[in-house]
């Protein structure tokens, strides 16, 4: 199972254009499908709060309510998520913290903490590699070296 960072769902989708990151996000969302894609709950919240601007109405709400249907990913919440908020919160902290002391940002974090938590997940792609990269357990591509790798 590979994870999906926001940036490359953005480059893709919102700000798609003629240059190569786009190019390759689109071609990577293509390839990689048949079930075996995810992204964070964080990551279809940060997806949206970026692209609404620039969506219709209709267009952001279908993405908010059914981004597993209309990119073809499984969204993938906390492990703990069946804790009452009030547990949840009181070990927030310990999956944080080893990520925050390596000095990742808090929502960066938080989306690599949900994934890691999940042991099917073996790699993050993302447009920012240099973020993550040796911060975490997970192979670490950009859409570009995955398929170049794969092909």
Same mark, same amino acid.
């Given at each position: 199972?590979?994870?999906?960072?926001?940036?490359?769902?953005? =480059?893709?989708?919102?700000? =798609?254009?003629?240059?190569? +990151?786009?190019?390759?996000?689109?071609?990577?969302? #293509?390839?990689?499908?048949?079930?075996?894609?995810?992204?964070? #709950?964080?990551? #279809?919240?940060?997806?949206?709060?970026?692209?609404? @601007?620039?969506?219709?109405?209709?267009?952001?709400?279908?993405?908010?309510?059914?981004?597993?249907?209309?990119?073809?990913?499984?969204?993938?919440?906390?492990?703990?998520?069946?804790?009452?908020?009030? =547990?949840?919160? +009181?070990?927030?902290?310990?999956?944080?913290?080893?990520?925050?002391?390596?000095?990742?940002?808090?929502?960066?974090?938080?989306?690599?903490?949900?994934?890691?938590?999940? @042991?099917?997940?073996?790699?993050?792609?993302?447009?920012?590699?240099?973020?993550?990269?040796?911060?975490?357990?997970?192979?670490? =591509?950009?859409?570009?070296?995955?398929?170049?790798?794969?092909?």
């Amino acid at each position: 199972m590979i994870a999906v960072d926001s940036d490359v769902f953005l =480059s893709a989708k919102v700000f =798609s254009g003629k240059d190569e +990151r786009s190019r390759k996000s689109n071609e990577f969302l #293509v390839a990689v499908t048949g079930g075996n894609m995810c992204t964070t #709950v964080i990551n #279809v919240f940060e997806v949206c709060g970026v692209a609404g @601007p620039h969506l219709e109405e209709e267009e952001l709400r279908k993405w908010l309510h059914n981004f597993r249907g209309t990119f073809g990913v499984q969204i993938l919440l906390p492990r703990d998520a069946a804790l009452p908020l009030g =547990s949840f919160f +009181r070990i927030l902290p310990t999956i944080l913290f080893g990520k925050l002391h390596k000095g990742m940002r808090f929502g960066d974090a938080l989306i690599i903490g949900i994934v890691e938590g999940h @042991p099917e997940i073996r790699e993050f792609v993302t447009w920012n590699v240099k973020d993550f990269d040796g911060r975490t357990r997970l192979r670490v =591509s950009s859409p570009a070296d995955y398929l170049a790798r794969v092909r």
